[in-house]
Structures are given as C-alpha cells and as structure tokens.
C-alpha cells in the first residue's frame, strides 16, 4: 500500500479533528478531577478507542500521528501547557508513548475488529464482548504506561497493583460513558425516531440537573435522590430507542454522576461503580430491545417469503392438478374419437366382407392407429426418455414437431462433450425445454427460435431463444426468484408455466435465468452443475 493512501486531505482533517476531541475531553476531565471527591473519569480513553474502532484502518497513522504531535506541542518544556509531569524526556517515556502502546493498541483493535463489527452495542453479546475488550485495553494500556513508570522508580508491587486498578477504573468509566455515545454518532445502523420526544427527555433530564445545583446551593442536599431518580429515564431510553437511547443514557449517568460528586463528600470509587453498573444495565437493556427489532425484521421478511412460497406452491399444486385433469380429457378424447373410431372402421372393414377385405388398406389403417397411439404415448413420456441421451430425445420429439407446425425457423445446436443424465433429470429438463417452447410459440410471436446445449466442466446449459415480444414484467415478477400468480388473470397460465419451470429446475439442482424485452425476444437457460 503507498504512502498516499494514508496521507490524504481527508485523513489530515479526521487526524485533527480526533486529537482536537482527545485533548479537549483531556483537559476537562483532568481539572474537574482536582476538585476533592468527584468522580474520576479519564474520557480521552472513550474518544481514542472509538475513533479506532470506527475509523477506517487507514486513518490510523495520522490518528496516532496528530495525538502524539500535540502532546509533545502542549507538554515540552516552553509549550502551552508546559508541563513536564506528562513529558519526562526519558528514552523509556519515547519508547512507551511513542511505539509501544500505539502498536498494542493497534493490534489489539484491529484483532477484535475482526470478530465484532460496528456498532458493537447492537446485540448483547457484542454489547458483552466490546465492554469486556474495553476493560481490556484500559489494562492492557495502564500497565503499559504505569509498568514504566514503576521499574524507574523501583515501585514496590503492593503500591502499584491500587494505582493500576484506579488507572483502569478511570480509563473504563470514561470508555462507558463517551464510546456509546460516539458509536451510535458515527455508525449507518443506528436509527433515529420520534426526535421530539427523544430531545424532550433530554433536555428534560439536563434541566432536572440544574435545578438540582439550584438547590444544593440553596441549602438542600438531593445527591441520592438525583442519582437514584436518574435511573428511570436512562432505562426509557435505552428501552425506548435501543442503542441510541442508551448512548444517550450512558452520557447522561456520567453528567449525573459529576453533579451528584460536586455535592456530596462520597469517595469517587462509589460514583465510578454507580457510573458502571447503571450503564452497563442501559446497554444490555438497549442492545436487547436492538436484537429483538432486528429479529422482528428478519421475522417479518422470512413470513413475506414464506407467504409467497406457499402461494406460489399452491398455485403450482393447482396448476398441477389442471394439467392432469386436462391430460385425462385429452386421453379419453383420443381414445375416443380417434382409437375408437379406428377399432370401429376396422372392426366393420372385417364385418363387411372377410375375404374381399383389402389387406393393404386394413395394414395402413392399424399402422395410422399405431402411429396415433404412439403419438399420445409419446406426449406422456418421450420416446427415447430412458436410453437415449437428452439431445436426440428433443431432436426426435414433439418438441421439433410442434416448431414446424408452427412454421417457426429454428436452430439446434450442441457444444462440448455430451454428460449423462439420469432418466428423472432428462424428463425435468425435457419438460422446461417444452415448456419454453410452448411459451414462445402460444405468446411471443416470434418468427425464429433456437436451442442451445453447451456442455461445460462446470455445469450443462441449456437455453431456449426467440425474437418474439417478451414477457411483460408483471408476469416474470419483480425479481427472478419469486414470481407472484393472481388467478384472476388472463396470462395465469404463462406466469404459472414459468413457475413450473422453475420448480423442475429445483428437482434437477439446477437454476432458470430468464432475460426478455420487448425489443431482443426472450432468452430462457437452464443451468445445472455437474455434481
């Protein structure tokens, strides 16, 4: 990958605007901590391992880049802030800062990237996994930098287990309450419904905050009672609007929290866990009320396609019973009015006169009756079905017959080298063939057709072409999988004939692709892959 890929206009303005967040949430959170008792929260550690998670990978650089670039411009010796605390100049201070904990926090990014996909709070596993992977990477990362620190200055190990934990605490704290907030901002899935209410319920709950201020200063200490109170808006939300709502909520309860430190003598260790559980409850709660709206969804096409199927395997089990009752007339008409008519004349040539009867005449009419019966034979399963391969039975059928009735120019063509079928799937497929046939001789009014056979390695395809005037869209359907059939149609039978084929193609492990315009005629392949 080249250089430019990563730097580009696009990536120098994510650059800073990330790091322009990161120091902003660094500065505020760092001088509310000095006050005594409030709540400590480290939020950088939010906006970093959001930006990393949602970012594309090829942000990275510059994301790193722009972040170390200015701390080392606000922190060395004459800078804005001047401050050597977060600057020691030691070779393990670079070494750390610089390549070490990007590198694990890239890696460890990129790995879990790779199993969870953004929002990462949409479901309650992934909601689970990304709370954990965070607990992870604030460990990982205050081990990283305090573990420096502590060889340096020879830090006895049950002095610096506490300062981890606390590191940890903090660095967690500020990934629960500005990571969600900043998945549901900047990912495509999340949706935004009834604006109005949502923004009543926050402006509603930031207002109930400053009224409490009000009234600390006026005397009156409502610290449990604002934080116990807060509970039952950040459930609505999260239950109301799924991950949105618990972002929001998550965002809300640290705001809370601070409020409630600013005015209470509690240590900040209770305001932490107070932050986390009532979180970490918001988000299951919102990823769950996600899952089930998703589920509902997928429910919901599942049903759609599942009514279609039925109807469309009703309307094929109609279609199917139709063709048989039709086959039976048909039978019974033939056997009727032609073999019995036959038999009949047959039967009064013998009558007449046995020995004056015209032996050749009588051997021409039983040949017609055989040729006849072979005929009505031949429509319920061609000739040659079970023995002969697919190719010569087409050639010989009624299929050809049919095409020269109808004065209708064909072609037949085969390519490659023929693949034995088995006598179930030659009558599928013989059935498709006569069917598309039989479509473009009753409705395309074309004047050429063509049959093509192309044997291949990887599947047989066969294909049925005419110049005729298409098939209208609403009989083909919206989409080439599913087929809608209203019965009280005059082009039922087309639209139920397409349905037929597709069905056989099923039976064979095959697919019909069907391509028509009014304008090139219709091309119908039948594809089936050699098993």
Known sequence: ????????????????????????????????????????????????????????????????????????????????????????????????????????????????????????????????????????????????FLGRRALELQTDISVFLPILFDFLLGDFVGIIVLCPILFALLSKKTKYREKNMLFAIVG?????????????????????????????????????????????????????????????????????????????????????????????????????????????AQALSSKLVSLQEDERKRLSRDLHDDFGHRIVDLKLQLTLNKALADKETLLNKIDALYQAMKKSLGSLRPSGIDTLPIEAVIQGSAIVSTLKKSNIEYTFEVKGSPFAFTAEQKIHIYRIIQEAVSNSVKYANASRLGININYTEANTTFCVSDNGRGIPAHITGASSSHFAFPTDRPDNAASLGLLSMKERAKLVNGSIHIESSSSSGTNICLSIPRQ
């Open 1 to 144: 990958m080249k250089l430019k890929d990563f730097i580009s206009v696009k990536f120098l303005a994510i650059g800073l605007a990330y790091t322009t967040l990161f120091h902003s949430v660094w500065l505020f959170s760092t001088q509310f901590e000095i006050i005594s008792g409030t709540v400590s929260w480290y939020l950088p550690a939010g906006v970093r391992l959001a930006a990393f998670l949602m970012l594309p990978l090829r942000s990275w650089p510059m994301l790193v880049l722009a972040e170390k670039l200015t701390h080392l411009a606000l922190f060395h010796p004459g800078g804005i802030l001047d401050n050597t605390a977060f600057l020691s100049g030691s070779f393990g201070w670079y070494l750390v800062h610089l390549v070490i904990s990007p590198a694990l926090l890239c890696i460890s990014v990129y790995l879990f990237r790779r199993k969870i996909r953004a929002p990462y709070i949409d479901s309650v596993n992934n909601t689970l996994a990304t709370l954990a992977f965070g607990i992870l990477v604030s460990a990982l990362l205050g081990a990283t």
């Open 204 to 312: 509603a709950w930031l207002l109930f905050l400053l009224l409490s201020v009000y009234v600390y200063n006026s005397g009156t200490n409502i610290s449990y009672q604002v934080k116990y109170l807060a509970v039952f808006p950040a459930l609505f939300l999260s239950f109301r609007y799924a991950v949105l709502g618990s972002a929001l909520s998550c965002l809300l309860i640290g705001l809370t929290a601070f409020v409630v430190a600013s005015q209470s003598n509690l240590p900040p260790l209770e305001h932490q866990f107070y932050i986390i559980a009532l979180c970490v409850s918001c988000l299951i709660l919102g990823a769950s009320i996600s899952q089930s709206l998703e589920m509902n969804r997928v429910l919901s096409h599942k049903n759609e396609a599942l009514e279609r199927a039925v109807n469309s």
